[in-house]
């Protein structure tokens, strides 16, 4: 599986952006977005199953952000809303293989490079 992101950028606070993850290949179950700030582990922040479409959100950001799938074109989305400087950080897409839903970075396998968003005045 390959996974490119794209869509960062800077946005002021309070604006939407949404992120973007191509994928080549399916051999996976589950897929999501992943963030990691300056100095920071890097954190689940959305993941969906590829099967029954079940989400999970981390609480900071639930409300907010909503992540979606276009299975016709092998796309994975990530709708920002409302974003904080707390947001700013590298977003990076990545499946996981193996049966487990979970939003945990570890146990995702395949990581495409990061985009990067800042959310700043």
């Known amino acids: 599986v390959q996974l490119q992101a794209s869509g960062g950028g800077l946005v002021q606070p309070g604006d939407s952006l949404r992120l973007s993850c191509a994928v080549s290949?399916?051999?996976?179950?589950?897929i999501g977005w992943f963030r990691q700030a300056p100095g920071k582990e890097r954190e689940g922040v959305s993941c969906v199953s590829g099967g029954d479409g079940n989400t999970l959100y981390a609480d900071s950001v639930k409300g907010r952000f909503t992540i979606s799938r276009d299975d016709a074109k092998n796309t994975v989305y990530l709708q920002m809303t409302s974003l904080k400087p707390e947001d700013t950080a590298v977003y990076y897409c990545a499946t996981r293989k193996f049966y487990g839903f979970s939003c945990t970075a570890y146990e995702y396998d395949s990581w495409g490079q990061g985009t990067l968003v800042t959310v700043s005045s």
């Open positions: 290949g399916r051999d996976y179950r589950y």
